[in-house]
């Protein structure tokens, strides 16, 4: 009669890869079911070819291990939904961003995973922080201080004038950067007696805005108005003309040979 013949479980590390139910072990009534534990594949089992023999399983991937950018992990939340024989994985960012999951190629076989796993597409940590020196002529209503999904706006304060202009800031820690805004100088007319010389039209006196005409009352070149310097002179200068010139009696001993009117 023919002698027992009975199978051992392969004790190989490939086994950690798969999930076994062992039923029987005896060659004349084998049987094993087994499936594979992480991601892709399909598990096959091979009985023992003698006594006391290792059966063989094979055709299951080793566990895949979706990652991030090396030094990156912090900036992604993931999970791993992956049962027997199906890989899947749940990726999305902790700040801003939007994860992307790239899974491995099947292989040759189809039944082995070729590549690796990537998690991309998330942005780091990166909060922006007011500038308080640059603020002094804005309103600002600050809503979402992330870097990648800055929404700050601004207008101009009552004592400025412009277009306000926001930009977000450089990295987590920075300040966020503001345009556009100048103090409202308004600029003082000159005193009547600096202005004496000149014809003067006033139309905007605003350092910024500054719109005033001069022409020479008597003579001159390149007649020209200038606005006040914000943080100095309060007052716009006038220059290019000449002054009136005004003729004055001779004086002398020869004066007495003459009749004047």
Same mark, same amino acid.
């Given at each position: 009669?023919?002698?027992?013949?009975?199978?051992?479980?392969?004790?190989?590390?490939?086994?950690?890869?798969?999930?076994? /139910?062992?039923?029987?072990?005896?060659?004349?009534?084998?049987?094993?079911?087994?499936?594979?534990?992480?991601?892709?594949?399909?598990?096959?089992?091979?009985?023992?070819?003698?006594?006391?023999?290792?059966?063989?399983? +094979?055709?299951? !991937?080793?566990?895949?291990?979706?990652?991030?950018?090396?030094?990156?992990?912090?900036?992604?939340?993931?999970?791993?939904?992956?049962?027997? +024989?199906?890989?899947?994985?749940?990726? !999305?960012?902790?700040?801003?961003?939007?994860?992307?999951?790239?899974?491995?190629?099947?292989?040759?076989?189809?039944?082995?995973?070729?590549?690796?796993?990537?998690?991309?597409?998330?942005?780091?940590?990166?909060?922006?922080?007011?500038?308080?020196?640059?603020?002094?002529?804005?309103?600002?209503? /600050?809503?979402?201080?992330?870097?990648?999904?800055?929404?700050?706006?601004?207008?101009?304060?009552?004592?400025?004038?412009?277009?306000?202009?926001?930009?977000?800031?450089? #990295?987590?820690?920075?300040?966020?950067?503001?345009? #556009?805004?100048?103090?409202?100088?308004?600029?003082?007319?000159?005193?009547?007696? %600096?202005?004496?010389?000149?014809?003067?039209?006033?139309?905007?006196?605003?350092?910024?805005?500054?719109?005033? %005409?001069?022409?020479?009352?008597?003579?001159?070149?390149?007649?020209?108005?200038?606005?006040?310097?914000? +943080?100095?002179?309060?007052?716009?200068?006038?220059?290019?003309?000449?002054?009136?010139?005004?003729?004055?009696?001779?004086?002398?001993? /020869?004066?007495?040979?003459?009749?004047?009117?």
């Amino acid at each position: 009669c023919d002698s027992q013949v009975i199978c051992t479980s392969p004790t190989n590390a490939d086994t950690a890869n798969y999930v076994l /139910e062992e039923l029987s072990l005896d060659l004349s009534n084998f049987s094993v079911v087994a499936v594979c534990r992480y991601s892709y594949g399909r598990a096959i089992v091979q009985p023992c070819s003698k006594h006391m023999g290792q059966y063989e399983v +094979g055709g299951c !991937s080793p566990k895949v291990e979706c990652l991030p950018p090396v030094g990156k992990q912090n900036d992604y939340v993931i999970q791993d939904l992956s049962k027997a +024989g199906f890989l899947d994985v749940d990726a !999305s960012c902790k700040y801003t961003g939007r994860a992307e999951v790239f899974y491995p190629r099947v292989g040759k076989s189809a039944t082995s995973l070729e590549g690796q796993c990537r998690v991309t597409g998330c942005n780091p940590k990166s909060i922006c922080v007011s500038p308080v020196k640059q603020a002094a002529h804005y309103v600002l209503q /600050e809503g979402d201080m992330q870097q990648w999904n800055f929404n700050v706006s601004a207008t101009c304060r009552y004592d400025a004038n412009g277009y306000a202009k926001v930009t977000s800031c450089t #990295g987590h820690g920075t300040s966020y950067s503001l345009a #556009g805004c100048r103090e409202k100088a308004i600029c003082f007319s000159p005193t009547v007696r %600096s202005i004496e010389n000149y014809i003067v039209k006033e139309r905007k006196l605003l350092a910024y805005d500054f719109d005033v %005409s001069v022409k020479c009352r008597y003579g001159g070149s390149l007649p020209e108005a200038s606005a006040c310097v914000p +943080g100095g002179s309060t007052t716009y200068s006038v220059s290019g003309c000449k002054a009136k010139a005004i003729c004055v009696s001779p004086i002398g001993s /020869e004066m007495e040979n003459y009749v004047f009117e």
